[in-house]
């Protein structure tokens, strides 16, 4: 029988029993303290998602300083940007050389790009119960938009991918023309997403007026594209289930461009105030004819292009 430590083994009795105590009572407490000695030593560290470091950054204590706040979601933002635009040149390269592994790539690096969405969103809408200066209003909004569009990118990127795989899993491709001409649009497409990743990078608005006069180049190029299609349809050069995939593709191209065209416009509205209320004014000017760098720049653009397209000098 246990005898009572007071009576019968002093004071080093009395104080086994008093550890014991606490070691019961702190019993609990040990895998929190556990936790917090993982993360303060970082002897065995856990394993984390990709970019969990970088969407730590989004740390609540940077919200008092909105400066800080939202370099955090533009380095992230940026990241995600590349994400979506790295996953198009994927998916045009699948139309050459099915990888399935690739695709896996592609899909992760779309829930990648879904969860920085959330992130930063959910970030933003924290940031905005602080600020009161339109300055910073004003960058919540663009970075809103923003968040928006390169989601739609990454969207575009598998809606691609995907017409490949079934082209692949009916063992089908398209034509050598066919496949010729996408070679030149995706060259089309990669200068447009270059421009717009250095308008969203540098806020460089030099760089973002050069993206729309490439978007009405895509939007001509999609539209003799789909003619051509069409005849290599009418003269059996291509099955009709592969001429509506091509043409599905081509939808899917002209919307990336879209997408480019939107981050370019509210990257010129915001350094340009005026132009802030009245972009629907703003965008007509320039496919009216009526801005002369705009004309020099699609003409330059349209001719280098379109001279690559099989069947033209």
Same mark, same amino acid.
């Given at each position: 029988m246990w005898d009572c430590p007071i009576h019968s083994g002093g004071i080093a009795n009395a104080n086994s029993v008093f550890n014991l105590t606490c070691a019961l009572l702190l019993l609990?407490?040990?895998?929190?303290?556990?936790?917090?000695?993982?993360? !303060?030593? =970082?002897?065995?560290?856990?394993?984390? /998602?990709?970019?969990? $470091?970088?969407?730590?950054?989004? %740390?609540?204590v940077f919200i008092s300083t909105p400066a800080v706040a939202f370099g955090r979601c533009y380095d992230i933002l940026l990241v995600m940007y590349q994400l979506a635009?790295?996953?198009?040149?994927?998916?045009?390269?699948?139309?050459?050389?099915?990888?399935?592994?690739?695709m896996k790539q592609m899909q992760a690096d779309e829930g990648y790009i879904d969860s920085i969405a959330d992130h930063v969103s959910n970030y933003l809408v924290q940031i905005s119960?602080?600020?009161?200066?339109?300055?910073?209003?004003?960058?919540?909004?663009?970075?809103?938009?923003?968040?928006?569009?390169?989601?739609?990118?990454?969207?575009?990127?598998?809606?691609?991918?995907?017409i490949a795989a079934e082209l692949a899993?009916?063992?089908?491709?398209?034509?050598?023309?066919?496949?010729?001409?996408?070679?030149? !649009?995706? =060259?089309?497409?990669?200068?447009?997403? /270059?421009?717009?990743? $250095?308008?969203?990078?540098?806020? %460089?608005?030099a760089e973002a007026r050069r993206i729309e006069p490439l978007e009405q180049v895509v939007d001509d190029m999609v539209g003799v594209l789909k003619q051509n299609h069409l005849k290599r349809l009418r003269d059996g050069e291509c099955e009709v289930f592969n001429g509506s995939e091509f043409f599905n593709l081509l939808s899917e191209a002209e919307r990336?461009?879209?997408?480019?065209?939107?981050?370019?416009v509210a990257t010129v509205a915001r350094a340009t105030p005026g132009i802030k209320h009245h972009i629907h004014d703003y965008i007509s000017v320039l496919h009216s004819g009526r801005d002369e760098e705009f004309n020099r720049v699609y003409q330059a653009v349209h001719d280098e292009y379109f001279r690559q397209l099989p069947g033209r000098e």
């Open positions: 609990p407490c040990v895998g929190i303290y556990e936790k917090l000695s993982h993360r !303060l030593i =970082k002897d065995k560290p856990a394993p984390v /998602g990709k970019y969990d $470091e970088m969407l730590d950054a989004l %740390n609540p635009s790295t996953n198009i040149g994927r998916a045009f390269n699948m139309f050459t050389q099915y990888d399935p592994e690739v119960a602080s600020i009161t200066a339109q300055y910073h209003v004003e960058i919540m909004n663009y970075y809103f938009s923003a968040i928006t569009e390169f989601e739609r990118l990454g969207d575009h990127a598998l809606n691609m991918a995907d899993g009916k063992d089908s491709a398209f034509s050598k023309d066919a496949l010729s001409e996408l070679a030149v !649009l995706w =060259k089309l497409l990669d200068t447009i997403l /270059g421009h717009t990743h $250095e308008a969203f990078r540098k806020q %460089n608005s990336i461009s879209d997408v480019c065209s939107n981050v370019g």
